[in-house]
T-cell receptor, first 114, second 112 residues
Framework: DAGVTQSPTHLIKTRGQQVTLRCSPK?????VSWYQQALGQGPQFIFQ???????QRGNFPDRFSGHQFPNYSSELNVNALLLGDSALYLC?????????????FGPGTRLTVL | SQKIEQNSEALNIQEGKTATLTCNYT??????LQWYRQDPGRGPVFLLL?????KEKRKERLKVTFDTTLKQSLFHITASQPADSATYLC???????????FGTGTSLTVIP
């Protein structure tokens, strides 16, 4: 049973560029959330997708956008990259109906903005 | 917005002792509180969940308590082992179950 997978593992971009990160949820899961984790900090919630719609959004600017596909996989897009966007981006999946239950996290994508 | 504070300092304990980590929150009480373990360069891994109407939960060497009056959760690891060394995160889940708020984490080192 494959867990949550993310790609790429590492990414280096320059300021002003755009980036797309990808996530495949754990088998059987229908809900995907994205988090940004700066060094030494806890994960910060970006947004959550269910049934191909953004259901909740954290305190992130519109430069951060996402998408969920019919197979439940998801993408995170960040436009006009800033140095402060450098972080570990985590994807987590769960079952929508199992509210409050554990999320399964992927290994993350390490984004470096130069 | 919800503010979550965990032990601000890293925690170092001797092998075999009990490690106690704290998670304090402000504002509204969550419906659920979860604890995760995170190793360097890896995603968090779920450990335990406790609901607002529960006082205590146990799983093997782990114990979580939840005091909604104090707005605090305590996470205990008994008979600690070097393999328990990691960062531990608490996460609050609102009643809708749609959004998770994470604390900053506490780094635990168990010294052989």
């Amino acid at each position: 049973d494959a867990g949550v997978t993310q790609s790429p593992t590492h990414l280096i971009k320059t300021r002003g560029q755009q980036v797309t990160l990808r996530c495949s949820p754990k088998s059987g899961h229908d809900t995907v959330s994205w988090y940004q984790q700066a060094l030494g900090q806890g994960p910060q919630f970006i947004f959550q997708y269910y049934e191909e719609e953004e259901r909740q959004r954290g305190n992130f600017p519109d430069r951060f956008s996402g998408h969920q596909f019919p197979n439940y996989s998801s993408e995170l897009n960040v436009n006009a990259l800033l140095l402060g966007d450098s972080a570990l981006y985590l994807c987590a999946s769960r079952l929508w109906a199992a509210m409050g239950n554990e999320q399964f996290f992927g290994p993350g994508t390490r984004l470096t903005v130069l | 917005s919800q503010k979550i504070e965990q032990n601000s300092e890293a925690l170092n304990i001797q092998e075999g002792k009990t490690a106690t980590l704290t998670c304090n929150y402000t504002n509204y009480s969550p419906a659920y509180l979860q604890w995760y373990r995170q190793d360097p360069g890896r995603g968090p891994v779920f450990l335990l969940l406790i609901r607002e109407n529960e006082k205590e939960k146990r799983k093997e060497r782990l114990k979580v308590t939840f005091d909604t009056t104090l707005k605090q959760s305590l996470f205990h690891i008994t008979a600690s082992q070097p393999a328990d060394s990691a960062t531990y995160l608490c996460a609050l889940v609102r009643g809708t179950g749609n959004q998770f708020y994470f604390g900053t984490g506490t780094s635990l080192t168990v010294i052989p």
